[in-house]
């Protein structure tokens, strides 16, 4: 199937040089989405003109660079407001997608849970509800192309009514899931379990590291947005404690509110983690511009004072040689593909936990010794003798159990 073929266009109100990198990272978008860049146009403007987004003078040369390049149609890099939309593709006679309608379109491929597939569609329909009057001619044209997955062909973008009564139902299917995770959280809790959230920025690495920690089986490919849906899977550290890696959707540039709002119930698997794994590309040349922006939708989501762990991951392919997290409590440099730095990211792992852990010294009577499974299990053993009155244990602990066995503390020389 030939690819449909865009011009991307952007203005410059800002450093040029930032503008181009987020026009090179639209292109690898429409590429993950199935198009292919033809072409793109950028104008030096204070904002955005809010009738052609682009100014009038510009847009008989964006014509007659979609005449000269067979173009199919035109991408903006920002979002475009209903009146831009409508008044572009009136004006083009081509169809006229922005940077939100492409990763709406990625994620809806990319779904494969029902709760995700539920997810994307909330968010495409949100999106659309403030966008129909400039959607509606695009949307109504037969035929596939980016911009049409999900329920872009049915008769809810042409009926605002139908839309709200659409996002009621799945909002009321999101919320009874979330009731169901949250059930699955409390069991953590309660079993004490360490929870570990994987972020970072899209393409950087997540699901190869959780691959290669876990055996986890995760789609990892060199696409933005391969994976989408979450994935927890268990890590046995060194010293028998057993952790959850959670692995979480990819943030990106200009992300969507749209997307943060309806993922907001699986983002916030990462409010609930104990630490943060934060994994950079540090073969990318923008990978500080990625830094921030992580850190930026971790803000926006209320994830705060948590322990950071940075994992710089590619640093095979790296060129920079300083690479530093200022943010991080600690970091590594790793390359999760041919797994090297792995031994010395576990050790950060445990390094973090036991930093957050109490120190105890306890004497636990042999009819209590199933605590001392979960002791393993959820703390670090220094030190496991077998007297005649019981199992002198001396160990690193979460709080919750020194303070509930607290009964049976010893002081020990």
Known sequence: MEKEKYILISIISSDEQEIIASLDELARLIDTAGGMECGRIMQRLPHPDPKYYLGSGKIEELRL???????DGVVCDDELSPVQMYTLTKELGVKVIDRTIVILDIFAAHASTKEGKIQVELAQLKYRASHV????????????????????????????????????????????????????????????????????????????????????????????????????????????????????????????????????STLEEAQYADIILHVIDASDTDWELHRKVVYDTLSELGITGKPVITAFNKTDLATEEILRDTAASKQVTISAKNKYGLDELITAISDTIKDMQTLIKMLIPYQETAFVGRVR?????????YLEEGIRLEAYVPPSIAKEYGTWHRNFS
């Open 377 to 385: 299990q959820m703390g670090q053993v220094i030190k496991e003798e």
């Open 65 to 71: 660079e979609i005449e000269m390049k067979d173009a």
């Open 133 to 264: 009057s400039g959607l509606g001619k695009m949307l109504s044209r037969q035929g596939g192309g980016i911009g049409t997955r999900g329920p872009g062909e049915t008769k809810l973008e042409s009926d605002r009514r139908m839309i709200r009564h659409r996002m009621g139902q799945l909002s009321r299917q999101i919320r009874e899931m979330e009731s169901v995770r949250q059930t699955g959280r409390k069991k953590r809790i309660r079993n004490l379990a360490t929870v570990i959230a994987i972020v970072g920025y899209t393409n950087a690495g997540k699901s190869t590291l959780l691959n290669a920690l876990t055996g986890a089986g995760v789609l990892a490919e060199d696409k933005l947005f391969a994976t989408l849906d979450p994935t927890t899977r268990a890590l046995d550290l060194p010293e028998g404690m057993q952790v959850l890696l959670t692995d979480t959707v990819g943030f990106i540039h200009k992300l969507p509110h749209q997307l943060i709002e309806a993922f907001h």
